[in-house]
């Protein structure tokens, strides 16, 4: 009995691990192709032609939150470094 029970939970174990991994792949792979626009040659030329790049992300930046964050960081105020 307790063989069996050993047997099982080892086989779930790896199921569970290769599931895991599988959906990390998967992951990697959506991340490599979509997520980072890719310059090429005719890239480089509408930038220098045009001076602009304009990328099509899936998740575009939001502006605004990125204004309230840097108002917020500079905001801040820090203790000044010791004189030494």
Do not use: Y
């Not at 998967?26 to 480089?44: L, S």
């Not at 990328?55 to 203790?79: C, G, K, M, V, Y």
Request: net charge negative; no cysteine; aromatic share 10%.
């Amino acid at each position: 009995m307790i063989s069996f029970t050993v047997a099982f939970l080892s086989a779930f174990l790896v199921a569970l691990v290769a599931a895991a991994g599988m959906r990390l792949r998967g992951r990697m792979a959506r991340h490599r192709t979509g997520g980072t626009p890719v310059i090429d040659d005719e890239a480089v030329r509408r930038i220098l032609e045009e001076g602009v790049f304009e990328a099509h992300l899936e998740d575009p930046l939001d502006i605004q939150e990125i204004e309230d964050e840097e108002r917020r960081f500079w905001s801040e105020h820090w203790d000044e470094p010791e004189e030494w």
